[in-house]
C-alpha cells in the first residue's frame, strides 16, 4: 500500500487549500479581463488593420479628446450663409483677384502646410466681383486644394474643418458621424476603414466637421458643393423638362430619404420599375428632397439621383429632380446628410 509523505490527511487538507487559492487567483484575473473590456474594449491594444492619419506639423493632437455637443436630429439649424458664385457674363478681370490668385498658388507651392491659409483666401475671395474666366479659376483651384485638404487622410494644422478623433468604448462610425452632422460613409472612405464594425477602441480617425450643403443653377446646369460655407467641387447636373421645371428655392434632405437604388414607382406608366430593369430611371442613389422655404415650401417627391442615361447630364430632360452622373451620386450621397444639409435651387 502506498504511502502518502505528509499523511492522507495533511495532503487533502494541503490540496484543498491550493485548489481554493487557485480558484481565487483565476476568479480575480477574470475579473481583471472584465474590467479592461469594458474601460478600453475587446481590443484595448488598438491593434487593427486601419491606419492612423497622417497628421501635418502643428496639429494638436489632444483636439481627438474632444467631443462636440450631440444634437437632436429635430433641431433645425439657419440657412447656411453659402457664397454665391453663379457665373456672371462679362466683366474684366479684377486686379485684386489676379494678384490673390498668384499669391495663394506661390504660397501652396512654395509652403504646402499653408494648404488651410490658401484655401480660407480664395474661398473669400468669392464674394469679390471678378470675371467669369476668373471664378472659374478660383472654383477649380478650391477643388485641387479640396483633394488635398479634404478627400485624404491627412490632417492640416489650424483646420477648423477637419479634425482628428480618438474612438471612444462603445462607438460606432454611425455615431461618431451624427456627432460631426456627416454620413459614416465618408469617413469610412477617408480613413480607409474595410470593417467598421471592428472600430477599435483608442484608434485616432480624421473626422469632418459638418455638415455639407449643395447650391444648383438651373442656368448653368451646375451644382455647387460646399461643406459649411466653404466650396468644394462642382458638378454638372440634368435638370426638370419644360413644364416640369425643377422648382427654385430652400430643400433639405429628407429624414430617411437616403436609399440605395430603391424600387420606383412611375405614376405615368403606371407601374414599379427595379434596380436591374434595363430603363430603371434613379442610377446608383437616390437623395429625397423636402422643400422648406420659397417656391419649394411644402412640395415633396423631387431627389438627387444617377442615371443611367448620363448623355441627358447638362440638359433639361427629367421630370423635376436633380440627376448626377453615379460616380458623382455616389460622393454626394455620402456627403449629404438628412434634416442638416440643405440644397437650395436657384435660377
Known sequence: MARYPFGLFNFNRWTARNRNLTYSIVSALLIVAVVVVLIYGPNPFGKGENETPEISPGTNVERASVQPVPRLAAEVEPKPNLIDIAPRLGGKPNPKVTELIAETMELVKTEPGRTIEARDRLNDALRIPMSRKQRAFVKDRLSKLADEWLFSPI???????????????????????????????????????????LLPVGKVIKVVNGPFHAKIYRSTFTLDLYLQNTFVRSFPVGLGKPGKETPTGLWQ?????????????DEEAGRTYQHDDPDYPLGSRWIELEGIAGAAKGREGFGIHGTKKPDQIGKAESRGCIRLHNGDAILIYNLLVPVFSKVEILD
Open 155 to 197: 490632417v492640416f494644422a489650424n483646420d477648423m474643418l477637419c479634425d482628428i478623433y480618438k474612438v471612444k468604448p462603445g462607438n460606432q462610425l454611425r455615431i461618431i458621424g451624427e456627432r460631426y452632422k456627416v454620413p459614416w460613409e465618408i469617413l469610412k472612405q477617408l480613413n480607409r476603414i474595410q470593417r467598421p464594425e
Open 253 to 265: 434632405v429628407k429624414a430617411g430619404g437616403k436609399l440605395v437604388k430603391p424600387p420606383w414607382w
